[in-house]
């Protein structure tokens, strides 16, 4: 199965996510009283670090979802104005009946 960039993206962010979150709960359920010191220290960086990344591919993918947007729109408006013109010269080119 081939996944395009957009799905790509939004898994690698579910799965950053979900390893922040996972570490969250084990920090403060499993290894609550086992963390000390510079493992302790090293252990919630990692979690921040997990949260930073899943934020930033958060942002990226709002940009692409907002540009993807931007280029549909252009795209609708120049359909549109293609329509209308063709519309226009077709009605151009009818005899008009009211003579």
Not at 20 to 39: P, Q, S
């Amino acid at each position: 199965m081939v996944l395009d960039a957009t799905a790509r993206r939004r898994w690698f962010g579910a799965l950053v996510l979900i390893a922040a979150l996972g570490m969250l709960i084990g920090g403060e359920t499993v290894l609550k009283g086992k963390l000390r010191g510079v493992g302790f220290m090293f252990y919630w960086l990692a979690c921040l670090a997990f949260t930073c990344v899943a934020i930033v591919i958060a942002v990226l993918d709002a940009r692409a979802l907002r540009r993807q947007i931007h280029e549909a729109q252009h795209e609708l408006f120049d359909a549109t104005l293609k329509q209308i013109e063709t519309d226009a010269k077709a009605k151009a080119r009818r005899p008009d009946r009211k003579r």
